[in-house]
């Protein structure tokens, strides 16, 4: 089973920019890898943010957004607010089998 | 407004069997592949397994971990997914989430402990 990656943790300052990234151990992740991203606050269930790599959902802030960035599925977030402090998780899909990034924690401070 | 909403998670003893449900409303039930994701305390989420519409051939997929013991299947007449869980271990330990599209639920505690 493949193995998706993300950081463990990352920091950001209020008002300011970060990316988020999610590699697969088979290679490059594409957009055949319909890459997903959700975030989870502590106690609820996730939301899901992005899909296919680039779309939003009409409850998706318009300071995320998805990309492939190095070989990589990419989240950025312009103009970090706190309430965005929280788990992130991608999901990537490999023919039938879906496999979740163990997370990064984002803390806005 | 889509709405699921899991049920039929609790206490069972290792080598149990429980069988989880999660009933949909708000959008059409039989154009959406549902999925089963689940969250150990304090870890990530894990997907488990995913099933198709029958119009694309009602066909399942699941995880490593859970093939085998674990059976997705749905009820179209009530809207309904199941997870049905067999031969349970402690590492099944976890809250369950049904999804559909974009949209998921609040999530069922399941515990498999002696």
């Known amino acids: 089973q493949a193995v998706v990656t993300q950081e463990p943790s990352l920091t950001v300052s209020p008002g300011g920019t970060v990316t988020l990234t999610c590699g697969s151990s088979?290679?490059?992740?594409?957009?055949?890898?319909?890459p997903f991203w959700f975030q989870q606050k502590p106690g609820q269930a996730p939301r899901t943010l992005i899909y296919d790599t680039t779309n939003k959902h009409s409850w998706t802030p318009a300071r995320f957004s998805g990309s492939l960035l190095g070989g990589k599925a990419a989240l950025t977030l312009s103009g970090a607010q706190p309430e965005d402090e929280a788990e992130y998780y991608c999901l990537l899909s490999y023919s039938d089998a879906r496999v979740f990034g163990g997370g990064t924690k984002l803390t806005v401070l | 407004e889509v709405q699921l909403v899991e049920s039929g998670g609790g206490l069972v003893k290792p080598g149990g069997s429980l069988r989880l449900s999660c009933a949909a409303s708000g959008f059409t039930f039989t154009n959406a592949w549902m999925n089963w994701v689940r969250q150990a305390p304090g870890k990530g989420l894990e997907w488990v397994g995913r099933?198709?519409?029958?119009?694309?051939?009602?066909?399942?997929a699941y995880a490593a971990p859970v093939k085998g013991r674990f059976i997705i299947s749905t009820d179209d007449s009530k809207n309904t997914l199941f997870l049905e869980m067999n031969s349970l271990k402690t590492e099944d330990t976890g809250v369950y989430y049904c999804s559909a599209g974009p949209s998921w639920g609040q999530g069922t505690l399941v515990t498999v402990s002696s």
């Open positions: 099933i198709r519409t029958k119009a694309d051939g009602g066909t399942t």
């Open positions: 088979t290679g490059a992740v594409t957009s055949g890898h319909y």
